[in-house]
């Protein structure tokens, strides 16, 4: 016998899954018209890919996804596409979100389908098969399962099957656990190839006797070696994902880690058996089983056509006049839907019909008293009373060193508090905060490295132009004072020329003046002195002449 | 907006401390059946003080009086401190205790879930401080001398300081158990002879010990139900009886047994009344170990080396001054966090 885990915490809320699971599951009859959300999984919202008045088929894709992160979406069955527009949806943020609205024509037809032979398919195609098939975590998380059958380079051990089914009033997986088990393990099984895992083990609260024997019954049937069910106590919230692999295998996923990196990978058993039928039979995710309880007259699971609006599926287990709202999911961790026009979408695995006497509004709320019976059933062995405290008080930095981001939102705090503090909408509004805070501060880094940036460049353009600037101006004195070296240099060379030129020119005259006077004939030398005494006679008549003329000096 | 967990366990302030105030009846009617209905006076009017003060607080902070009156808080501060003080003291002291602690402890500091002190114990200490003579006058158990009073003189002597003719005060009171042997000491008797004196039963004071015996009847009757865990008390008392273990090991001629020191004062009704105050105690299961060894220490050094008779009320606030470091350092490890399974 495998020993089993423990995790701290947990709650015990009367369950209430023995009004819905008297019955079978039954087929809900195709509604007068299915609005198919487009947007049914986590990631990018799939495209649509029909026109308005199109005529489709059952299984035929209306929407393709839409980048990495997505899924397709397809017709439940064949009709004509009446609508293509912003509708209510079944979300927790209330807002209306892009529907292909299906007029059925009731007569069911297929689109031409088949399975492939798995053990004959290369893992990529199954995972791309998987995508094209729309089939998504359907415990609640509707995160892509094509995505989670890659382990990433990570050796898997453990495949977790979770069949646990920890909130009250569901057993949408106990009456699929009970009727469809041996399509479940297929499913698993394949999962399991997929990941490359040692072992898959499957948890089923102790509750749910009959799944349990089901199970283990299509286990020792199949003959399937590595693969075990596991009983595991009932405590909510022991089917959350870090919960469950923590009872299973005594490992522990932080927040901000995947489990694969651990060794370990999760999925609902409801997804282990759309995966199977999506690959084997070709069947896209059309549909899913659904709890439908609460106030109703008969409370029953169906499998329901994705799509199917509220009204139709709560009209079909008997309305109570009294009911004055629904919840999907479950008591604990469920959403309140704006209205019975919602439809039904792959993550709607309860509806709760609600009134005033089955869920009272809840009691006036009083001072927190520090008595910690919130501290003393967290999964996640946090202290909710001092998380309260930091979000009340809008001290987030204080709420995320107290591991904010490790509170898995289950509600057991808030279901404990005597004095009635709706806790868990103080950890969701901390929560966004935090995260608008980040998505800010992401983009005010942004804007900062930007203007970070340009500071360097502009100050990086003024240094180059000061430099170059700078070279200008030693190119410009560099070029005068060459110029000026050069200048003198000519000048030298002018003067020495000059000089030379003088010396030569000195030299020439006193050989000329020699050369002049020596061939001078007694003829020429008397002729020298009679212009020479003329000369001397006229400057003489000139200096006389010139006295008159001029005025007297003193 | 509605928003999930749309269920709740019925659980409310008001019920548990309801059942904290039924918890302290097995002690409350030993009480009765050893020192008189003089108690019940006291418990009354230690009662109405402190709701018509609750009610006064609140309208002047303006809070809503009906959801917090009917919270069983101030009830609960009324009846601890009433507890603590002699019943035969006059009606004004519990009045004065009461009205201070509610009032000035409990609202001046934000109110229910807000006070840092732990108001009862604020109501003892500024009671015995300001008022020390009235507080000594504890009642004989009617066993030792015979010489008890009756239901009317104990009402008249609490309303107008009037005995019946022929009785003294000190012939109807006593000092405590505890502060008895602390004199007796100081005048050099031995642990031994002190205890043969008649106002000494088998394990500390006589019809006292009844009393201690049946709050920790009542406390196991807590514990059980879940409403307090088991740390504050057990460490408490393990603690306290480990020091006073020691000591007395040592030299019982001057130190007393630890079971005395159990079934002595306060020390049964802090373990599983006073130190277990949610509001002023600490929130981690490592916090609250620190806590009650500490106010276990500080009680007996307090007794047995102080100049107060008791010890639990000065050891508990001194505590309670601590809390938020020690809640800051004893943050325990979340999921995940702790290395591999264990």
Known sequence: MRTLFSFHGGVHPPTHKAESTRTPIALAPIPSKLIIPLWQHVGNRSVPIVQVGERVLKGQKIGRPEGKLSSAVHASTSGTVSAIDMQLVAHHSGLPDLCVTLIPDGRDEW????????????????????????????????????????????????????????????????????ERAQDILRGAELLRELLQAEEVLIGIEDNKPEAIAAMQLAVTQAGYRNMEVLCVPTVYPSGGAKQLIRILTGIEVAAGVRSTEMGVQCFNVATAYSAWRALAHGEPVLSRIITVTGNVREAQNFEVLIGTPLDELIALAGKQADTNRYIMGGPMMGIDLPSGTVSVTKATNCIIASSLKLFPPPAPVMPCIRCIRCADVCPADLQPQDLYWFAKSNNFGKAQEFNLADCIECGACAYVCPSNI??????????????????????????????????????????????????KERDAAAAKASFEAGLAAAENAQQQTINEAIERAKVQAATAHALNTDALTQEQLAKIAEVDARRAKMRELAATAGADDEPPKS | MFSSPFISQPSSVSQIMLRVLLALIPGIAFYVWYFGPAILVSLTLAS?????????????????????????????????????????????LIVVGTAFAIAVSKHLYGGLGSNPFNPAMIGYAVLIISFPAPMTHWITPHSVDGMSLNFAAQWSYIF??????????????????????????????????????????????????????????????????????????????????????LFHVLDPAHYVAPLFHWFSGAAMIGAFFILTDPVTSPTTQKGKIIFAAGAAVLTYLIRVFGGFPDGVAFATLLMNICVPLIDIYTQPKVFGKKGAGK
């Open chain 1, 111 to 178: 689109i031409s389908h088949v399975g492939v032979d798995v053990t004959h398919t290369s893992h990529a195609e199954l995972r791309h098969l998987l995508r094209k098939a729309g089939v998504v975590g359907l415990g609640g998380a509707v995160f892509p399962s094509d995505l989670k059958t890659d382990a990433h380079h990570h050796q898997i051990k453990t495949l977790v099957i979770n069949g646990a089914e920890c909130e009250p009033y569901i057993t949408c997986d106990d009456l699929l656990m009970r």
């Open chain 1, 422 to 471: 709706p806790l868990v909408q103080y950890y969701r509004y901390a929560k966004s905060e935090i995260h608008e805070r980040s998505v800010e501060k992401l983009a005010a880094d942004k804007a900062r490295e930007r203007h970070e940036y340009r500071q360097f460049r502009i100050e990086r353009e003024k240094t180059e132009k000061a430099e170059r600037l700078a070279q």
């Open chain 2, 48 to 92: 109405i003080t402190a709701l018509v003060t609750e009610a006064l607080m609140l309208k002047l902070r303006n809070r809503p009086i009906k959801p917090f009156i009917s919270d069983n808080t101030a009830l609960l501060t009324a009846w601890l401190l009433a507890l603590s003080i002699p019943p035969l003291a006059p009606w004004w």
């Open chain 2, 160 to 245: 107008s300081g009037m005995l019946p003719s022929g009785l003294t005060l000190d012939a109807v009171t006593m000092a405590t158990p505890l502060d008895t042997l602390k004199t007796q000491l100081h005048l050099g008797q031995s642990v031994a002879d002190i205890r043969d004196m008649p106002i000494f039963g088998r394990l500390a004071g006589h019809g006292s010990e009844m009393v201690a015996a049946g709050f920790a009847l009542g406390g196991l009757y807590l514990l059980f139900t879940r409403i307090i865990s088991w740390h504050l008390p057990v460490v408490y008392l393990g603690t306290l009886f480990a020091v006073a273990g």
